[in-house]
């Protein structure tokens, strides 16, 4: 028993100890550091600050959607305000048709205006010649009764 309290009690081979322990302490806290290094996590910083630009351009769409009135309104409100667009809109395009029509009839009137005379004209002309084509032939088929009856140059 005394020699174990001899190796105890000796400071030379307790400072020895000492030494061999912090040394083996030292390796193995150089080798975690070195396995630390190695396994060190990537830098995500640039693509978290990406990522973070853009999530406040989404909240800021986001914030705009949300305050646009139509999403305070009920189905009911969005139902009347269709049907009044819808109403308006159709009321609007009958106005534009009924428009047209009258456009178109003015203008069909128009043609007719500047057509009519054209047409009475040819009609006017075909009676013209057909009269005096009837003329001409009744002309000639009654002249050589005339020249009989009456005497021209005798």
Request: glycine share 6%.
């Amino acid at each position: 028993m005394e020699d174990t309290n001899d190796q105890a009690s000796d400071p030379a081979q307790a400072f020895d100890n000492l030494r061999a322990e912090v040394s083996m302490m030292r390796r193995a806290v150089e080798a975690l550091l070195g396995v630390w290094k190695e396994n060190q996590p990537s830098d995500y910083s640039p693509d978290l600050g990406h990522i973070a630009k853009s999530l406040a351009v989404v909240v800021a769409r986001l914030d705009a959607i949300d305050k646009h009135p139509a999403l305070a309104m009920t189905p009911e409100q969005h139902r009347r305000a269709i049907a009044q667009t819808g109403s308006g809109l159709m009321g609007e395009a009958a106005q534009k048709l009924s428009q047209v029509i009258q456009d178109v009839a003015r203008e069909r009137q128009r043609i007719a205006d500047l057509i009519g005379p054209a047409c009475q004209r040819k009609e006017q002309r075909n009676w013209l010649l057909r009269a005096a084509s009837g003329a001409l032939v009744v002309g000639l088929l009654v002249s050589p009764f005339v020249a009989s009856v009456l005497p021209f140059g005798q």
